[in-house]
DNA sequence: ACATATTCCGATTGTAATAGTAGGAATTAA
DNA sequence: TTAATTCCTACTATTACAATCGGAATATGT
């Protein structure tokens, strides 16, 4: 029951929006892609559904880039983890109650929806602005960062 | 980010062992298959993961069969869960530190850490007596069970 | 005007995890 | 000795995910 590694790169991807942009300013996938380590052509496709959400705003041309389109502070972090993978369901039967036959006499489903809750509390009780926050060791030291190849980071 | 099938159906398997065992007699897989429709091939798999977390007992020959290794008031959800796909961690990094160079500097491991906890909370707080307590509804009416066909449940 | 850096869009391919099947050995009761 | 069971290992199919690719549209700086 792993979170997948988009739902993680998002996450990072907007840590790395935020700290960018200071003032406001518009920041490019690529440099996004420079700092994390992330193929740009993969961020380009996370943007696409960050943005669709209503989460970033995109400019497009030569000066173009991303923002936020809220403050930080209005951005939980289950909006992200949604945007990137969808609503997060541990059970296909609180999406699809017709593919079981047997949904209203499950003996598990009151758990999986415990579980359920229970993970969507606890990621929309955290906003993007606590996860940017850089008050301590937040910063990849130099000697950890890589300088070519595809993402050692997962 | 779905519990996977392996793992529900070792839930159902268990309710279906306690239900049927109810004076610590066998229960065979032939018949946990009848009433759950999932193969006996695949709860032959299973069986496997959940004797070796001494969860149930299984004795071969003609009446073989399995029962439960402990009352059922004191096997967790959580307990099962881990029998049939291991220890349930959301991300990697928890399990292995070293793929990640990020670790003690990533901005996300906290709330991955707080989601992990959410989770196994839930999965402990639960017993799997609770699950197989039949005082409502939790029977599947005739009408509604298949006779013959592969499993439609999921 | 033009070159360039960007977002944007759809398609494709590669890869790993999961689901499910299969054959047959070992065990034990009727 | 037959039959029903657990037990063990391997294989195959399917699916979801990760990642790449080509190129169009857009805007900017020079």
């Known amino acids: 029951m792993r979170l997948s590694r988009r739902a993680r790169y998002a996450l990072r991807m907007m840590v790395e929006i935020t ?5 406001g300013s518009k920041v490019s996938l690529a440099n996004v892609s420079k700092r994390t380590r992330i193929s ?18 995109g400019m497009s041309g030569r000066s173009g ?3 936020l389109a809220r403050p930080a502070e209005k951005i ?11 609503p997060v369901n541990i059970v ?6 017709d593919l079981c036959i ?4 499950c003996p598990c489903r009151r ?8 993970i969507n509390k606890v990621m929309n009780e955290h906003s993007l602005a606590e996860l ?11 000697k950890y960062k890589p300088t070519s190849g595809s993402c050692p980071v997962r």
Chains 1, 2 share one sequence.
Do not use: T
């Not at 700290?19 to 003032?23: E, F, G, I, L, P």
């Not at 740009?40 to 669709?52: C, P, S």
């Not at 758990?111 to 229970?118: A, L, P």
């Open 132 to 142: 940017s926050d850089m008050k301590k060791d937040c910063e990849i030291p130099d």
């Open 111 to 118: 758990i999986y929806q415990r579980i359920n809750q229970g």
């Open 76 to 86: 939980k972090v289950g909006e992200i983890i949604e945007a990137a993978i969808g």
């Open 65 to 67: 880039g991303y923002l």
């Open 40 to 57: 740009r052509r993969y961020l380009e496709q996370l943007a696409i559904g960050l943005k669709n959400a209503s989460l970033i705003m």
């Open 92 to 97: 296909e039967c609180v999406d699809h109650p």
């Open 19 to 23: 700290r960018q942009s200071n003032d």
């Open 102 to 105: 047997q949904v209203d006499f």
